[in-house]
């Protein structure tokens, strides 16, 4: 699910403890002010990341601030001998328990690679590495655990087309089991009224960054809109054309914006989807998943991608969906799938445009 960017006018980034975060930061906020509820679209001619070694951030967030970020690198991220290391960096005054040791599970999405185990010893800096083999297969999942639970969870492309470019992995044909659950998943999603989820993104050089979103599409009487929120970050919500927004210690701004995009329409993302392929059972917050990878080829409209998506056999619901693309990971985790969800005008906020000529400021997005 990707957001159209628009690169329109944000006045300042967000006050965030990693400071390389804020060009990301700006076209998030760029493509929110926008109108667009779901990722960012990366555009064909953008250039990739060129990192020393492929390093993958996670943010984990303690209510509305930031506790700390666990960084995998993998190094040279290609088949064969790897050094996979972790830092934990946790933010200043953040309470994150001190972590000694982590467990990388490394599971194979495709080929006929073996699942790995990993026990990791950190320093007093909390950082550690291991060397481990990566072969038989081109797609991984590291989840990356402490012993108080799971801290991160990495979609890995061994070669990564980000370093040793798009050819890197093979496009493989359709098999009709993976290729069926894509499209029960895909009618699943189109259905979609409602919906909260939570996304991880890096650049592949360390860069972090958490959010949170929900949806409803006004399908149940009330204002399409949505709601979204990164902590120490930009916080918005858009009913129908009015977008409000904010930083921390901040007033909201209201501006005149586009109407979201609602799941039924998020299926143009994946157009031209294939490759698909049936993968093992994992893990997600919501319980035991069937994996599908697949790729959406390069276009006029966007760079190529690779996917993989988590997939309740039972239910068809996606539960997790992974993205590779240009200088960009993303994981994006979905919940309480046409629950209570009432997208409402921020408490204490200016109203529409037309009504607060005076205290806002107009703008046209487009």
Not at 64 to 86: F, H, Q, R, W
Not at 281 to 309: L, M
Request: proline residues 7%; hydrophobic residues 40%.
């Amino acid at each position: 699910m990707n957001d159209q960017t628009n690169e329109a006018d944000v006045d300042e980034p967000p006050p965030r403890s990693m400071q390389r975060a804020w060009i990301v930061l700006l076209v998030i906020a760029a493509a929110l002010l926008a109108g667009a509820a779901a990722l960012i679209l990366i555009s064909r001619d953008d250039e990739p990341a060129e990192p020393a070694a492929l390093r993958i951030g996670w943010a984990i967030a303690d209510g509305e601030s930031l506790a700390a970020t666990v960084t995998l690198s993998v190094d040279p991220a290609s088949e064969g001998k790897n050094t996979i290391g972790v830092d934990i960096d946790p933010e200043a005054g953040s309470v994150f328990t001190t972590v000694e040791d982590v467990q990388i599970r490394l599971l194979p999405l495709r080929g006929d690679g073996e699942q790995i185990s990993l026990s990791v010893a950190l320093d007093d800096r909390q950082s550690g590495s291991a060397t481990v083999d990566l072969a038989g297969s081109d797609q991984w999942e590291a989840q990356v655990s402490s012993s108080d639970g799971v801290l991160a969870t990495f979609f890995l492309l061994i070669p990564d087309p980000n370093l040793f470019g798009d050819n890197a992995i093979p496009v493989l044909g359709d098999d009709p089991d993976a290729l069926a659950l894509y499209q029960q998943a895909s009618a699943n999603i189109a259905a979609w009224q409602r919906v909260r989820y939570e996304q991880q993104m890096s650049n592949g050089d360390g860069l972090a960054l958490i959010s949170f979103r929900e949806i409803n599409d006004g399908s149940d009487g009330s204002p399409a809109g949505f709601r979204y929120f990164t902590p120490g970050g930009l916080e918005a919500v858009v009913l129908g054309t009015t977008a409000w927004s904010r930083y921390p210690g901040e007033v909201w701004e209201v501006r005149t914006t586009n109407a979201m995009i609602p799941p039924s329409e998020w299926g143009g993302e994946y157009l031209g989807a294939t490759g698909f392929q049936l993968g093992p059972v994992a893990d997600s917050p919501a319980g035991p998943c069937r994996i599908i990878t697949f790729v959406v080829p390069e276009s006029d409209r966007q760079a190529i991608a690779w996917y993989a998506w988590c997939i309740d056999e039972a239910t068809g619901q996606v539960q997790r969906e992974s993205m590779i693309s240009r200088a960009h990971y993303m994981i994006t985790e979905f919940s309480d799938v046409d629950g209570e969800i009432l997208v409402e005008p921020p408490a204490g906020a200016p109203g529409t445009p037309e009504a607060s000529p005076v205290s806002v400021r107009q703008e046209s997005l487009n």
